[in-house]
């Protein structure tokens, strides 16, 4: 799965340079380890398949592309030569599956499960997954455990992956979650990062001239830094001791509440934006100033009119149908817009909370908003939504349009909520069984989710 580095390089050169790894032979005189990797490769061919984008690159009769249990292949079916592959059977102009086609060429449980695949409008390429897991990526813990036929496992690590769910759920604007990006992955142009590009510059930290500037200084070292820190009582934790610049940053960030880490990454974003008027301009911002200036732009951020958009869905697993609920409400607590839709042919509830994430992108640009967060109950969706990582499953179509599209938002996060805060969500869900078409209400809802609404509302007064 990683063509690229050093010893798949030199295995391509020596042993298959003008076909592919799947294709390649023993060969004469193999070494150990080439011998070691073609006996494993069985694994592999059993547990590859195709997760459906365009359809362009798949054949319908010869590759695995079914997302069910079993080879993922099409069984016991006679070949029609008409149809050779996956695109034959979609409709380009809208967007979904050729009902009719499939319902004549194949068994009903087999077209039941094609009609499920998911299909998105930007028509994204076809792609090559690991049926092994349910991310769709390899990893050897997973081919060992298919060995052995037992559970898939999924590889992460943990504290990274609280760190970006955490960073993408912040309410801050969008240029400075990217921001934190490139600054937790040290991909800011620093003197140090320049000077190992061999783009010579005088290392001095620019801002107190008391060390080489690296991330590590610029943004915890520098004393400069340190007054700012404290001057917005978001002082660094004294028992935080990872050795790297990243563990240490995704830690720091793990210890502290939200609050806390907004306003942080405000201070961090304020801390480069200084260093680049003194390295540039000659100009050097008083501390006074940077903090008057952090405090008036959080005070800013805070009131902006974030949009909290919560999204569930109601799924039958016999019909293989479900019902959208969608609701959002101003910084009050008032209702802004809200709607139902029902949807047939989708496969399991997490796909079916992927599709309501999704539309409730949709209904937020159809309103205007610039500022959202996306709440669900799905921590599955919500996390596939907030990490970094490859995604390669069923949903996989889904989560990449739904990011697609969140450019489009000066402000956005999604957040993992449990099923009992989401009930007037669930509400709207309920309700769209009255309804065989979708529905969307503005600046109302119906009478049942008004009554959650109020109550929420009372309970939040109450709170406070």
């Not at 003197?191 to 001095?204: D, F, I, Q, T």
């Not at 293989?320 to 802004?336: E, Q, T």
Request: proline residues 5%.
């Amino acid at each position: 799965m990683q063509p690229n580095c050093l010893f798949a390089c030199v295995m391509k050169a020596k042993y298959f340079p003008r076909e592919d790894f799947m294709s390649a032979r023993l060969g004469s005189y193999p070494s150990f380890t080439w011998r070691s990797i073609l006996g494993a490769r069985h694994v592999l061919a059993e547990g590859l398949g195709w997760r459906v984008g365009n359809g362009e690159e798949i054949s319908i009769w010869n590759d695995a592309w079914l997302p069910e249990p079993g080879n993922g292949r099409i069984q016991c079916q006679a070949i029609d030569i008409r149809f050779s592959k996956v695109a034959d059977l979609i409709d380009k102009e809208a967007n979904t599956w050729k009902q009719d086609i499939i319902s004549s060429l194949f068994a009903e449980e087999q077209s039941r499960c094609i009609l499920a695949i998911p299909l998105v409008s930007s028509r994204p390429p076809d792609v090559l997954i690991w049926r092994g897991d349910n991310t769709g990526c390899y990893t050897v813990k997973s081919g060992y455990k298919r060995i052995i036929t037992t559970g898939n496992p999924k590889v992460q690590n943990e504290d990274s992956a609280n760190f970006f769910t955490k960073l993408w759920g912040l309410k801050i604007p969008s240029k400075i979650r990217i921001f934190l990006w490139k600054l937790v992955h040290n991909f800011l142009p620093t003197k140090a990062n320049l000077n190992m590009r061999h783009l010579m510059v005088s290392p001095g930290c620019p801002v107190c001239q008391g060390g080489v500037e690296t991330v590590d200084h610029l943004f915890r070292d520098c004393s400069f830094t340190k007054q700012i820190l404290q001057g917005m009582d978001v002082a660094d934790s004294e028992d935080n001791r990872e050795p790297t610049w990243k563990d240490w940053l995704v830690k720091e960030f793990n210890m502290q509440n939200t609050k806390i880490c907004e306003v942080k990454a405000i201070v961090y974003w304020a801390l480069w934006y200084n260093r680049n008027k003194v390295r540039h301009e000659g100009v050097r911002g008083h501390v006074r100033d940077i903090l008057a200036f952090i405090k008036a732009y959080h005070t800013e951020v805070s009131s902006l009119r974030v949009f909290t958009i919560q999204t569930t869905s109601i799924h039958k697993e016999v019909t293989k149908r479900s019902i959208s609920g969608i609701i959002a409400r101003n910084k009050d607590g008032l209702v802004m817009a809200a709607c139902t839709c029902p949807w047939d042919n989708i496969p399991d509830p997490t796909t079916a909370e992927a599709r309501a994430c999704l539309q409730a992108i949709d209904m937020a640009e159809g309103m205007g908003f610039h500022e959202i967060c996306v709440e669900g109950d799905s921590l599955t969706v919500i996390n596939k939504i907030n990490s970094e990582m490859e995604d390669r499953s069923i949903i996989s179509s889904l989560i990449k349009e739904i990011r697609g599209r969140l450019p489009k938002f000066r402000v956005f996060s999604f957040r993992h909520i449990p099923r009992e805060a989401n009930r007037v969500a669930h509400e709207m869900a309920s309700e769209g069984k009255n309804y065989a078409e979708p529905r969307y209400w503005i600046e109302e809802a119906p009478a049942s989710v008004e009554r959650l609404v109020a109550q929420d509302r009372r309970e939040s007064v109450g709170r406070e």
